[in-house]
């Protein structure tokens, strides 16, 4: 009988032992589970779809650090691309150099106002010149913030008989000002903005 019931007795610790065991089990699997079903849903937030010419499109949307060398360098190009491409017109002029001032502090606005009390600006107006910009490269220090950069670009002064082309370097540093507008559709900020080189390489004469 004392036998008998030290059988059910580890009878009893072996099921007591195996609903422990099964418990923990649930517990994992339904962590597991849990943890699976997130990330699927994660992934599903980050899956978009667009439509392009009457087709549906899947997408995936990716966080900022992914792409900010490419918005950076965007960003850059786009300033100077504002601030030098440049025609014969005063309302014009004015126009391209606000919307690059939008983008940078206020070194850009210092730049912009000793080049026209200089006369630079009435003298492209007064020889007819045309001035395009070409961004090259531009390198960027994305180990320190803020993100300091160099660009290099090639400058043209398109006259009628002849055109000059000029060597174009900067640099500066580029914050993230965490807020994007219509005007600085990046949300960033161009700061401590240097002109290093602004030099003629060749100079072509046009045919008439």
Known sequence: ???????????????????????????????????????????????????????????????????????????????????????????????????????????????????????YYNNLVSGNINQQVMVDSIALDMDNYPYGFTCFATEKLVRATSTAVRRLVTKGKVSDLQTETDNNPHGFLIQGWQILQNEDETRKGNRP
């Open 1 to 119: 009988m004392f036998k008998h019931f030290k059988n059910i007795d580890t009878a009893f610790k072996h099921i007591k032992r195996f609903s422990y065991l099964f418990l923990a089990g649930c517990v994992v699997l339904s962590g597991f589970i849990d943890y699976r079903c997130f990330k699927l849903a994660e992934r599903a937030q980050d899956r978009v779809h667009i439509l392009y010419n009457g087709k549906v499109l899947p997408a995936f949307a990716s966080d900022r650090k992914t792409n900010l060398p490419v918005e950076l360098r965007d960003h850059i190009k786009t300033f100077h691309t504002d601030f030098f491409t440049l025609v014969p017109d005063d309302k014009q002029i004015t126009a391209t150099i606000n919307k690059a001032l939008y983008l940078a502090d206020g070194t850009a606005k210092t730049a912009y106002d000793n080049l026209r009390e200089a006369g």
